[in-house]
């Protein structure tokens, strides 16, 4: 019914040593099986992965070359590994991506495969149990996966998504649980927080009008409603400036000045997507008392 439980009768059925993973929405390097199965004459190698980009050419879109940029984002992408290229050959990694990724099979069978009936995630818990069992999974930075990225309307489903799922399965697998999930999930909520401040400050004497550049204190005195309008365009100018560094500082090869500058309003839409799905799997675990099956972003029928 879902790609887990596809994998596991696959799993089932196949008999080999090594298993490599990937999606049907992929451009694949010829090399690319021969960069991953070279590390698994090493013992202590029970998995390795490697980034995943979208083609910077014509088969990307502007805009789908904005989300690469923005996936691969340093310090804004709430711990997520797209992009991510370590210094070394052969780095330690806590996750491999589902869609360039390689396990030992005696591994994945030890574990049992993959969580029956998950959608989305599924890769991630996977590996924590990998790693729970005492094994390591290693990234190689040099073994890149073109991967076609989703256009805007579609990643933001996407991604609300992966918010939803990573938390109803760090509620299976409590080790899951990081605080960057934590607070991309209270992102929506600062959100309106942020706006509902400048909102009233603005109409309580905290915004000069129509000399809105105005800020000196003879014409906005100090207070709360200056604070409660300038705290917000404040730490709003932080973020800007954070998200238009991270794309600058990015891995992703399609970084260019017009998809860093854009970068900010697509790391804003998937901040506020992938949030708003943590809301949701917080509803569903600690309000409706009912986790729920995980919703999938596609039509499988």
């Known amino acids: 019914r879902t790609r887990a439980d ?38 202590e190698v029970a998995g390795v992965g490697g980034p995943n980009f979208a083609p910077p050419d014509g088969r990307s879109t502007f805009w789908q070359r904005v989300i690469d940029v923005t996936f691969c984002s340093k310090w804004v992408t709430a711990g997520t590994n797209y992009g991510k290229r370590g210094v070394e050959d052969l780095e330690l990694a806590e996750q491999l991506p589902g869609v360039n990724a390689a396990y030992r099979k005696s591994v994945l069978d030890e574990v049992g495969g993959f969580d029956d009936g998950a959608i989305g995630c599924e890769d991630a818990m996977l590996d924590h149990r990998i790693e729970n069992a005492g094994h390591k999974l290693w990234t190689d930075g040099s073994a890149i996966m073109w991967h076609r990225r989703r256009n805007p309307s579609r990643v933001r489903k996407q991604i609300q998504n992966y918010g939803l799922v990573r938390i109803l399965a760090s509620d299976i697998h409590p080790g899951m649980k990081a605080w960057s999930h934590t607070a ?29 550049w105005d800020i000196s204190p003879q014409v906005v005195p100090f207070g709360w409603p200056r604070t409660a309008v300038h705290l917000p365009v404040s730490l709003g100018m932080v973020y800007l400036l954070l998200c238009w560094a991270g794309a600058a500082k990015g891995n992703s090869p399609s970084r260019t000045l017009g998809t860093v500058l854009v970068a900010p309003l697509m790391t804003f839409l998937l901040h506020w997507s992938y949030g708003t799905g943590v809301l949701k799997a917080w509803w569903r675990i600690y309000v409706s008392k009912n986790a729920g099956l995980q919703v999938d972003d596609k039509d499988r029928s």
């Open 6 to 43: 596809a994998c596991n009768v696959a799993l089932r059925e196949v008999n080999c040593s090594l298993v490599l993973f990937t999606d049907d929405d992929v451009w694949v390097e010829p090399d690319w099986a021969g960069k991953l199965i070279r590390w698994f004459d090493r013992d």
């Open 184 to 212: 991309v999930g209270l992102f929506p909520l600062l959100t309106i927080a942020a706006l509902s401040s400048f909102i009233w400050g603005a109409f309580s004497g905290g915004l000069a009008w129509p000399e809105v």
